[in-house]
């Protein structure tokens, strides 16, 4: 299985903030990889698609990069309902598999 | 708008079986573009998926390794709707449950998650 690796595993930031957090494939997965943002008792919301492809209804301020094994979430300026644990999934290889999650706390 | 309703026990003896069942609205479990997953979410495990069924020209089925030898997932095309069997459960299978349409390996929807704890 492909592993995926998140980091860091939490930040601590203000409302306003630029916060750019980074995913690596343990092999190469083209850009096969999506972003998912969990809140507190809720499921995971599929934020990226294909490693940059904003899916309808996203705030623009998220965005995604990369390709190969290495990726990048970035909210440009974090706002107040942005504060939630955001996860990578790569979807090159069966079977499908996560990141172990990146949370963003209020400073 | 698609949206997967989940319900079943949330308590589980150890060596029984957990049944959980996912009712899909605005979509049809017999689709031919996407499949209809199992995810569950731990603290130790993190998010795993478990596994999927989807139709193409027939019924397919694909498990994850680590539970493929307990495992059935089934779709019932007269309550459009699907189903997870997870045998001979111990504390380690306790956590959060997920259903999940997937479309190209992406969950664009997710069911409201069910805690399933195995205790006796």
């Known amino acids: 299985d492909i592993q995926m690796t998140q980091s860091p595993s939490s930040v601590s930031a203000s409302v306003g903030d630029r916060v750019t957090i980074t995913c690596r494939a343990s092999?190469?997965?083209?850009?096969?990889l999506a972003w998912y943002q969990q809140k507190p008792g809720k499921a995971p919301k599929l934020l990226i698609s294909?490693?940059?492809s904003l899916q309808s209804g996203v705030p623009s301020r998220f965005s995604g990069s990369g390709s190969g094994t290495d990726f990048t979430l970035t909210i440009s300026s974090l706002q107040p309902e942005d504060f939630a644990t955001y996860y990578c999934?790569?979807?090159?290889?069966?079977?499908?598999?996560f990141g172990g999650g990146t949370k963003v706390e209020i400073k | 708008q698609i949206q997967l309703q989940q319900s079943g026990p949330g308590l589980v003896k150890p060596s029984q079986t957990l049944s959980l069942t996912c009712a899909i609205s605005?979509?049809?479990?017999?689709?031919?573009?996407?499949?209809w997953n199992w995810i569950r979410q731990s603290p130790s495990r993190g998010l795993e998926w478990l596994g999927r069924?989807?139709?193409?020209?027939?019924?397919?089925?694909d498990y994850a390794v680590s539970v493929k030898s307990r495992i059935t997932i089934n779709p019932d095309t007269s309550k459009n709707q699907f189903s997870l069997q997870l045998n001979s459960v111990t504390p380690e299978d306790t956590a959060v449950y997920y259903c999940?349409?997937?479309?190209?390996?992406?969950?664009?929807?997710w069911g409201q998650g069910t805690l399933v704890t195995v205790s006796s």
């Open positions: 605005g979509d049809s479990v017999s689709s031919n573009s996407a499949a």
């Open positions: 999934q790569q979807a090159n290889s069966f079977p499908p598999t």
């Open positions: 092999q190469g997965i083209s850009s096969w």
């Open positions: 294909a490693a940059s």
């Open positions: 999940a349409r997937g479309k190209d390996e992406y969950f664009y929807y």
């Open positions: 069924t989807y139709q193409r020209s027939k019924w397919y089925n």
